[in-house]
């Protein structure tokens, strides 16, 4: 070393005051700023994403609800990231601290290290210590002394260094890191503020659609229910509604043509019949079938007293068993087509209703398809063998005896209910979930009529003078200019009912409907396309049409409102889900 001892002194001093850093936090420290660059950089593709879905969001006119729950909970995941990267910043900062302490206690120590080293490599003189030595052995005694000595200072002097110079880049890249961070925390908090503030316009456009959407008059109201059709209908009382006009493959006569298909009827949930059918023949036993659609929480109990009685309205009582072999729901004839796990599963199911609700509160059951379907007589053969072959066995939840609801055909999708403290799951009752749905759901393996149909007639078979259920395309636009009356501007109008006489009422005509709309912002004259989305949920989500005035989308149950209300005749959607065909 040639500079002078102060200088010396006074460089090493500095470096040391960083060296503690160092000393103390060691490989720690390059981990945390190793994981934090990561990280640091995992936040700003974050919220670089976060600005693009905001000019998405800016160019959206009316963000879905769905959407902006992913986009809150994004926001709150990149906040709490961002918190977390914050707080071991101040982690490191801390530890900085903590190493720059240590730096006072270890000055003074260093420095007589540096002392010594300068002095010994200074003042040594191996002929002086040869001269001194008393003897041979002495002078290699002290040579080895004084050369292990500067070879210590030297070590420790040159760690030091090493260190110091390492923790000077650390501290660089802390004071960088801090500065990222706050860039970082700015431009989270601006599309933060944005999101915040879009998210509550959003709410507010859903709130005020919600209060636009028209109150309907009590006619209204009537032709939305009795189209919509909740109604109950059973396999083994109806006959098949496999009606030619109402399948896709038939040919109106006219083009463009439109028709809506529902997916299913009546009311979804529960035990679909026809998807039990279609899983027996796939090999399913009736437990499998029973797990299936009341879920795997389901008690199977199998040795329910058969002796409890069911009171009948018009028919008296009978013992459980007995009340069994008379429901009428499901032909015999799937026995014979390997359904007799179907039956088993639908002989339960009845038990289980039956129990249920006569055990909640009713005094005796209804023998209609209201309830369900009961003859005096007993069906016989392969129900009863179905009855037989589950003696006893009843649906349980939480100690009391489950609510087994059940229905033709359900479209492939089952939706959840609740019932005694339990709830049955949602799914596609397809074997490869939705992406087989059409093509491969139980039901449709199991040839149900009510699958995929287009619905124009009422139970009693009254069409009211139409022959398919297809629409022109200025009838569809009809259809659309009701929704725009009715739900998007939100007029109450209780003209806006089927045309013709069927339903009564003054209905208006097509050209007047269409004025009406162009009156409120614009009506549609000529529908020329269509297409549909589907929901996770087992819904249409959007409907979007083609038409003379452009692209239009609208929510599935906005148009399946509109649609029931202004289709012509008995002409219905029955389902949430549902398609659009074109010809």
């Known amino acids: 070393m040639k500079l002078p001892d102060k200088k010396l002194v006074a460089f090493w001093g500095r470096l040391l005051v960083l060296a503690a850093f160092l000393v103390v936090f060691s490989w720690a420290g390059d981990f945390h700023l190793v994981r934090a660059e990561d990280s640091i950089e995992s936040l700003q593709q974050q919220i670089n994403e976060l600005q693009h879905l905001k000019e998405l969001s800016e160019a959206a006119t009316a963000p879905l609800e769905k959407e902006l729950a992913n986009i809150k909970s994004r926001i709150a995941g990149i906040k709490s990231e961002l918190v977390a990267a914050e707080a071991e910043s101040q982690h490191l900062a801390g530890d900085i601290e903590a190493r720059s302490l240590q730096l006072d206690a270890q000055f003074t120590y260093l420095a007589a290290r540096v002392r010594s080293y300068y002095k010994l490599s200074r003042q040594f003189s191996p002929l002086v210590t040869f001269l001194s030595a008393p003897t041979a052995s002495g002078f290699t005694r002290q040579l080895s002394y004084r050369t292990s000595a500067v070879d210590q200072d030297k070590a420790v002097i040159t760690k030091t260094t090493e260190e110091l110079l390492q923790l000077e880049e650390d501290k660089k890249a802390l004071e960088a890191r801090k500065a990222k961070l706050a860039s970082l925390r700015l431009q989270f908090e601006e599309n933060a503020a944005f999101f915040d503030g879009e998210i509550s316009k959003a709410k507010d456009y859903q709130e005020e659609l919600a209060g636009k959407i ?62 039990a059918f279609g899983r027996a023949k796939a090999g399913q036993s009736a437990e499998d079938i029973l797990k299936a659609y009341y879920g795997g929480g389901i008690e199977i109990k199998k ?86 072959d589950t003696k006893g066995w009843v649906l349980v939840a939480n ?185």
Request: glycine share 12%; aromatic share 12%.
């Open 214 to 275: 028209a109150d309907l008059s009590k006619r209204q109201q009537e032709i939305l229910a009795a189209k919509t059709g909740t109604f109950q209908t059973t396999v083994g009382d109806v006959p098949l509604a496999d009606d030619p006009a109402s399948r896709p493959d038939y040919d109106p006569g006219f083009s463009p043509a439109f028709a809506l298909f529902s997916f299913g009827a009546p009311h979804y949930k529960g035990l679909s019949q026809y998807g």
């Open 303 to 388: 040795d329910y007293d058969t002796n409890i009685q069911i009171q009948v309205d018009g028919y008296g009582s009978y013992s459980l068993e007995e009340y069994a072999k008379r429901i009428y729901e499901v032909p015999n004839s799937w026995g014979d087509d390997g359904g007799m796990a179907a039956l088993r599963a639908q002989a339960v199911a009845a038990r289980s209703y039956a129990l249920a609700r006569t055990n909640n509160g009713a005094t005796s059951i209804c023998a209609t398809e209201s309830c369900q379907v009961f003859k005096p007589e007993p069906k016989g053969g392969n129900w009863e063998q179905a009855v037989n």
């Open 399 to 583: 100690g009391g005896p489950f609510s087994a609801w059940y229905a033709s055909t359900s479209g492939g999708y089952q939706e959840s209910y609740s019932y005694n403290g339990y709830s049955t799951p949602g799914f596609w009752d397809t074997p490869s979930g939705r992406s087989g749905w059409t093509g491969e759901a139980y039901e449709k393996q199991a040839g149900s009529p009510w699958f995929y149909k287009a619905w124009y007639k009422d139970r009693s078979g009254d069409s009211c003078g139409r022959s398919h259920p297809w629409l022109t395309a200025e009838e569809m636009a009809d259809v659309l200019n009701a929704w725009v009356v009715l739900i998007k501007v939100g007029q109450s109008d209780d003209r806006i009912t089927p045309i013709g006489s069927c339903w009564g009422g003054n209905p208006y005509s097509i050209s007047e409907l269409r004025d009406k709309a162009n009156s409120v912002g614009g009506g549609y004259s000529q529908v020329t396309g269509a297409s549909v989305t589907y929901a996770e949920n087992g819904v249409t989500a959007n409907v979007s049409f083609s038409t003379d005035r452009g692209s239009v989308t609208i929510s599935g149950a906005d148009f399946k409102k509109a649609f029931n209300l202004r289709a012509p005749a008995k002409i219905s959607l029955k389902s949430g889900l549902y398609n659009v065909e074109k010809k």
